[in-house]
């Protein structure tokens, strides 16, 4: 199995360096992961070392399902649904 990154990537470069299998390579759009030599760091840590690292919400989602290992609202802590009301509160301030 591997990991994909999509098009929520910023190019950040925070999950190229904590890739064990340096399965994560820089392309003219965003980062990608090698289909073919990732594996999900199974045998050399307990979570995805990418999705642990990476700012961004959705950006890293499982190839087949694509379901992302970093959902929404799951670094920020504010449930999507409350998303608008939070930062209608913020910029009210």
Do not use: K
């Given at each position: 199995m591997a990991l994909k990154i999509n098009d929520?990537?910023?190019n950040c470069w925070a999950c190229v360096d904590v890739c064990p299998t340096q399965s994560i390579?820089?392309?003219r759009k965003?980062?990608?992961?090698?289909?073919?030599?990732?594996?999900e760091c199974e045998g050399?840590?307990?979570?995805p070392q990418c999705a642990s690292?990476?700012?961004?919400?959705?950006?890293?989602v499982e190839q087949r399902t694509r379901k992302p290992l970093n959902?929404?609202?799951?670094?920020?802590g504010i449930p999507p649904e409350l998303v608008a009301a939070v930062a209608a509160?913020?910029?009210a301030r």
């Open positions: 929520l990537c910023v390579v820089q392309t965003h980062f990608v992961i090698n289909p073919t030599t990732c594996t050399s840590y307990e979570d690292i990476c700012p961004i919400e959705g950006a890293i959902p929404p609202g799951s670094l920020t509160e913020m910029r």
